[in-house]
């Protein structure tokens, strides 16, 4: 007959959805899972920016190379891109030209001193663009590591939850247990749902960010045999 009754009060409708489980959590369960729900939120936020992102990178630097590989002049490209915002592969061709630039204007007499100062601005823009494609990689990778962690906790706290009922009510019956085990089976749901797509996410977004920062760093050592072959054309090869 005990039973019988428990089993009526957890199928009597209602106790256990989702919304039922967080109201009926105490604060540190609410706490946790608020901190997953959030996580998670903001974890879909990233993903989407990185989609349209690297989508975007990927078309401005296709876009890029066709023009710089279409026989146009390399002042005329300059002068074009200089006058607007750039990134990707145009803003480490606009940092190359700046100083080759600089260093033509003023008559620079050392060889070896332009190519290295031009190796270094180009370190440099490439230094910058791996940041702006790396950006908020790291909270997915925290949030993929994390998260479960976390949500284990909620769900410990949840079955000491359950074991105090057990205690208070001196009864092991359903009605009993399954609130807290609802509780931590849920803590435990919202981790793994924040975790699983972070890591999938951070693993894809970390793969393109290296193919996009490879072609960067083609590109640059690419431009600078072009304009280590000017150099020599202006000294005659010495």
């Known amino acids: 007959m005990e039973i019988y009754q ?5 199928s009597s409708g209602g106790d256990f959805s989702l919304l039922s489980l967080f109201l009926r959590a105490d604060w540190v369960i609410k706490f946790v899972m608020l901190g997953l729900f959030s996580a998670s939120v903001w974890s879909w936020a990233i993903v989407i920016d990185k989609v349209v992102g690297f989508g ?7 876009r890029f190379e066709r023009v710089f590989w279409s026989g146009q002049s390399l002042e005329e490209l300059y002068q074009t891109l200089s006058e607007r915002p750039v ?13 080759w630039k600089r260093s033509h204007e003023q008559n620079a007499a050392s060889y070896i001193g332009v190519q290295v100062r031009i190796d270094k601005v180009l370190d440099v823009a490439i230094a910058r663009e791996t940041e702006r494609l790396e ?45 807290g085990i609802a509780e931590a089976l849920f803590a435990t749901a919202l981790g793994l749902l924040a975790a699983i797509p972070a890591v999938i996410a951070y693993n894809k977004f970390s793969a393109d960010a290296n193919k996009l920062v490879g072609r960067l760093e083609g590109f640059a050592d690419e431009f600078c ?13 010495a």
Do not use: H, Y
Request: glycine share 10%; hydrophobic share 50%.
């Open 6 to 10: 428990a089993a009526e009060v957890v």
């Open 56 to 62: 975007r990178a990927r078309r401005e630097m296709n």
């Open 87 to 99: 990134r990707g592969m145009s803003a480490v061709f606009v940092a190359a030209m700046k100083e």
């Open 135 to 179: 950006k908020r990689l790291g909270f997915l990778a925290t949030v993929g590591s994390a998260s479960p962690f976390i949500g284990l906790f909620g769900t410990v706290w949840g079955i000491m939850n359950s074991f105090q009922s057990i205690a208070a009510s001196e009864s092991t019956n359903l009605a009993v247990v399954a609130p």
């Open 225 to 237: 045999t072009i304009l280590s072959r000017q150099m020599d054309a202006r000294t005659g090869g």
